[in-house]
């Protein structure tokens, strides 16, 4: 029969039980079987994604106020620490005239480790509108893989723009063989009643670069005169005293004119052979003419390509020299025939924590050996912690080689008005400053009102 199973005779047993006992076992049931349902943890809630990403723009050439217009799909903010990418932007003239914009992306804080390099170059006819244009056009590509992962990257768009006649491929030559040249000049006059003056300049540069060779030419003059009217009162013998009022009339008188031109030939990645020569004319430094030719080897101990970011070169020139005086010297010469050589070391950094930029420059006479000039000069700008930034900025140099100055005392209008170099053992100069910011972290709104614009 069915009832002599053994597997259903506890059922039997339980619906033989009063009704009012059933119920209380049926409950007791349901409770064991949800324990273990109920004695686990609530699931955590997933993090909240942020809205869009953070991004420190780090560039001392940018249009701040058109790129925050212009992207908006970013949070600005005016710390890297607060930053989930840091665009350290770096730039350089290119052969053809223009520049090289060098746009590196620094993931932080959750995009640790990634990184991009992103290269814009601006050619030398743009605008300064459409050079800004362009930059913000490949600033914004390089966002893109940031911005994807924030609750923004479901509305991002890609759309492809169509190629123009100017962006077509043309075959043939450079009927210019990547020569540029330019010419500039300009000059002011200001003035008030007892003071006038007036400045004119003249320069042609021309230029040739490739991979392989550097050209560089460049010829500048300048022309610079003040006037100024002094009150005097002398007696009748001309001295100073209570007498007739005289006006006399003061002329300071600038002329230069400089030339010179480079020859570099790349050798490899840290080698560099090159030709300088340099001529001037210069009133102030007693030079009718004043010229230098010097072949020299350079040593770049970082690779050329990484010179946005940082560069430490030293350079070696021995060179002919030949001065031709305007007055005679102090030291009896009206021109002198010189060799000389001149060694400097010069180190250029831009890195996330700042920059810094610092030369050590020798010059020396090898047929004069007590005639050199020893000069040091650098400068840094560097984060501490966060919104807090120091900068420093020094020059120094031991002068021992100023053999062109003229003979006699300067006058005293000479002297104030800078118009013939002094003798001197030295010369310095020194700057520095800080600089901390706080509040909010964000920079996003550009308002232009009453000269709030950039």
Not at 357 to 386: H, S
Request: charged share 25%; proline share 4%.
């Amino acid at each position: 029969m069915l009832t002599d199973r053994p597997s259903i005779r506890p059922i039997l047993r339980l619906l033989m039980l009063p009704h009012s006992i059933l119920p209380v076992f049926c409950g007791l049931a349901l409770v064991l079987a949800s324990a273990p349902v109920l004695a686990q943890p609530p699931p955590k809630p997933a993090p909240a994604q942020q809205a869009m990403p953070r991004v420190f723009l780090d560039c001392n050439q940018c249009d701040g106020d058109y790129v925050r217009k212009e992207v908006t799909f970013v949070d600005y903010v005016r710390n890297r620490e607060d930053a989930d990418v840091h665009v350290l932007v770096t730039t350089q003239d290119t052969g053809g005239g223009g520049r090289q914009w060098t746009l590196k992306y620094i993931g932080l804080g959750s995009q640790q480790g990634v990184d991009q390099t992103l290269i814009y170059n601006s050619p030398q006819t743009a605008t300064s509108d459409e050079v800004r244009e362009g930059f913000v056009e490949v600033f914004k590509r390089g966002l893109v893989r940031y911005a994807l992962n924030t609750t923004i990257g479901d509305r991002l768009q890609v759309s492809l723009k169509k190629a123009g006649e100017n962006e077509k491929l043309v075959s043939g030559k450079d009927r210019w063989n990547f020569w540029i040249f330019e010419v500039e000049g300009g000059g002011y006059v200001q003035g008030e009643e007892s003071q006038k003056s007036r400045s004119f300049n003249l320069s042609f540069d021309a230029k040739r670069t490739t991979e392989a060779w550097r050209f560089s030419f460049d010829v500048r003059g300048n022309y610079r005169d003040s006037k100024f009217l002094l009150d005097e009162d002398e007696d009748e013998n001309g001295e100073p005293g209570e007498g007739l009022a005289r006006t006399r009339t003061v002329l300071s008188v600038n002329r230069n004119l400089e030339a010179s031109g480079i020859a570099v030939k790349s050798l490899t990645q840290h080698w560099s052979l090159g030709l300088l020569g340099s001529a001037e004319s210069q009133t102030f430094r007693n030079f009718i003419v004043n010229t230098r030719v010097a072949p020299g080897i350079e040593f770049n101990f970082f690779p050329y390509s990484e010179s946005t970011r940082r560069m430490l070169t030293f350079q070696y020139t021995v060179g002919h020299v030949y001065h031709r005086y305007r007055e005679e010297t102090i030291y009896g010469k009206t021109e002198d025939q010189l060799i000389d050589h001149r060694a400097e070391t010069t180190l250029s950094m831009r890195q996330p924590w700042g920059n810094a930029n610092a030369q050590v420059k020798f010059e020396q006479y090898l047929n004069d050996p007590d005639k050199y000039n020893l000069g040091l000069e650098g400068g840094t700008n560097i984060r501490i912690f966060k919104g807090f930034s120091v900068n420093f900025f020094g020059e120094f140099s031991r002068t021992r080689d100023q053999i062109y100055l003229p003979k006699g005392e300067a006058s005293n209008e000479e002297i104030l008005l800078r118009q013939r170099q002094l003798l001197t053992g030295y010369q310095y100069f020194f700057e520095f400053g800080i600089r901390y910011t706080f509040g909010s972290i964000f920079n996003n709104i550009v308002n232009p009102r009453f000269g709030g614009g950039g």
